[in-house]
């Protein structure tokens, strides 16, 4: 099994659904938060310290930073490295930064760690879907659109050369598509940017992805998991976590009901269509990259072999909640996870 590349993105460095309240900053630091919108999302940083103006210096060098690599990385912006390298697809390779190099391996990893189900070529179905007020009549593409479109997903279609500099897509109509691991990967740069600036105490928000460092309060952050059919604000089960990261999937962000079936965001590149198995998945790991791209391939894969992937895997642990309300939890969490109550049975 292949885990070398998301590993060794470990010494680079949610909503967690919803973070319970942490204990209070010890008196003599001051608890300092920034918030920017980037990459689709608000990036909020929080840092406990006694210096704010070398806090304030890092948070503009992790805005800089993450709106570097929106630019590189989306699919929405003119001239980024990924657009080019999709409109290149079945003609040539294309030079590209390490950075991009660096997240597409671990995209095509995930692939072989997930059996396929997080693929990073998905963004030949992205266009079919819609969960936003553009469906507002609930519309579900055809089976015959879908399937027109299935053979154009295939991660082993992409191709890293590091030597030469350059990321190629073999086939034309292939579209790369990092909306699955971006963040992750950009919670990770983050938090090597505050760890160099020497603060050992901060939380990263990013979206469904967490990284949580040192302490506050002279004890681990508490982050909470939410409940996938309760109120925004109510949680299941809490985790305190040091220098880890969390990241959350679940089919309650972006969805519709149809004919009393829920359609969600998170597809399953072998179907086309919105995974089953589970509600949410919640990953703990050492990097975003992993914790981001793991949380949405073991949500594809479904409870019972996602839940076989994170017992194999080092350093990652994993709470499910399958589509029988039921939860599972790796067993490195048994011991610490708190319960808060039963999830919300609900379709």
């Known amino acids: 099994m292949r885990v070398g590349l998301l590993t060794a993105l470990a010494s680079v460095a949610l909503v967690c659904a919803a973070c319970t309240t942490p204990p209070p900053a010890s008196s003599d630091a001051d608890v300092i938060e920034r918030t920017h919108t980037t990459m689709g999302s608000p990036l909020e940083l929080t840092i406990v310290t006694t210096d704010a103006p070398r806090a304030t210096a890092a948070f503009d060098a992790a805005f800089h930073e993450v709106d570097r690599l929106d630019a590189m990385m989306s699919v929405w912006k003119p001239g980024s490295e990924l657009l080019q390298v999709n409109a290149a697809a079945g003609e040539h390779p294309v030079t590209v930064s390490p950075e991009m190099r660096e997240v597409l391996k671990a995209a095509i990893e995930a692939g072989d760690l997930t059996g396929g189900k997080f693929d990073v070529t998905f963004g030949a179905l992205s266009g079919l879907w819609k969960f936003d007020a553009q469906n507002q009549d609930n519309s579900i593409p055809t089976r015959a659109d879908i399937e027109r479109r299935l053979p154009l997903i295939d991660y082993h279609d ?189 379709p």
């Not at 894969?301 to 017992?311: N, Q, S, T």
Request: with cysteine; charged share 25%; hydrophobic share 40%.
């Open 158 to 346: 992409v191709v890293v050369d590091d030597a030469a500099g350059t990321a190629f897509v073999k086939r034309k109509g292939v579209m790369a598509h990092l909306g699955g691991i971006g963040k992750g990967y950009a919670v990770d740069r983050v938090a090597a940017i505050l760890h160099n600036a020497g603060f050992k105490d901060f939380m990263i928000q990013f979206g469904g992805d967490l990284y949580l460092a040192g302490h506050r309060g002279g004890r681990p952050w508490r982050a909470a998991i939410r409940d996938p059919r309760g109120p925004v604000d109510k949680a299941f089960a809490a985790l305190d976590l040091s220098d880890e990261t969390f990241s959350t999937s679940g089919d309650y962000e972006r969805f519709f009901i149809a004919g009393g079936r829920r359609y969600h965001h998170i597809i399953d590149p072998d179907t086309g269509e919105p995974a089953r198995g589970c509600r949410s998945v919640t990953i703990v790991a050492k990097t975003g990259t992993v914790a981001d791209a793991l949380s949405t391939g073991v949500f594809v894969m479904g409870p019972e072999e996602g839940m076989a992937l994170i017992e194999r895997l080092p350093d990652v642990e994993g709470v499910i909640v399958s589509d029988r309300n039921d939860v599972l939890v790796s067993s490195g969490l048994k011991n610490r996870l708190v319960m808060i109550g039963a999830p919300t049975d609900a």
